[in-house]
């Protein structure tokens, strides 16, 4: 049986009571929320692993195979997108389930304490439901005129949030999982939508990069699982009485700008 249901709760129950995020000081912009999440895994009483900052998943837990990665973002800011600076976003990782947990909070706030505005927990697979990448990074030398700098193809990816996907999130606290998932605590939720995605006939194969001109090059390949749909149930909790979830209608998610040296880069 899976955890998410209890973590879900969890997280309702908090920002319900008016649990606020503790930054610890003002340079901290990555974790304060991670923070908050790990409180309220414990709070469940299931085990989680101590592990090292930018780990991933952030948390795994000890008695089942699911693991969750945490995601802050601000507001008002970014959050159609999210990067993922070292593993591909999807719904399993070394033999396990993983969700992603979502939370807006204040962009600015007056001090270190602040509220979550909205939260969504959802399964990886909503995002991409691909398993079988496997992420490396590569690099390779004879660069520069004398033929001894050393290249770095560090590959950094960008999914679109549930808040791209979907509406029916903002002000709410939401559960998105596989229709079929086995949710232990699934008495104590509702649904509130039926959220199904569509696999694109093509798909990115391979890239190249030519330094004389600069220019990105990429070949798409038929997508070996096009035209699968895979279904996935929104729930909110019982005593919640915010309304329905739905997808929005498809649209390609618009190209990420141009990164720069003044480009800061999220937790991975």
Known sequence: MATVAAVFLSCYEAMQRGELIHRRNRRDKEFHFQDWVGNRITETGFLWEE?????????????????????????????????????????????????????????????????????VICHGDFLNAHHDYVHKNDSFRDFGSYGDILVRDRKMYVAPTPYALADGFISNCTLIAPKDELLDGRDSLREVGSLVRADADKIASRYTFDFRDNSLRTELADNPTAGSTRTFTAYRAKSDPAGEVAMKPLRRVPRQPLLDETDELSNP
Not at 53 to 70: C, Q, T, W
Not at 72 to 100: I, K, W
């Open 51 to 119: 592990t090292k900052r930018n780990k991933y998943p952030d948390y795994i837990m000890v008695d089942h195979l699911e693991g969750y990665e945490v995601k802050g973002l601000e507001t008002p800011g970014r959050q159609t997108d999210f990067d993922c600076n070292s593993q591909l976003a999807t719904g399993m990782h070394d033999g396990r389930s993983v969700y992603y947990i979502f939370g807006r909070y204040p962009k600015k706030p007056e001090g270190d304490q602040f509220p979550v505005l909205d939260l």
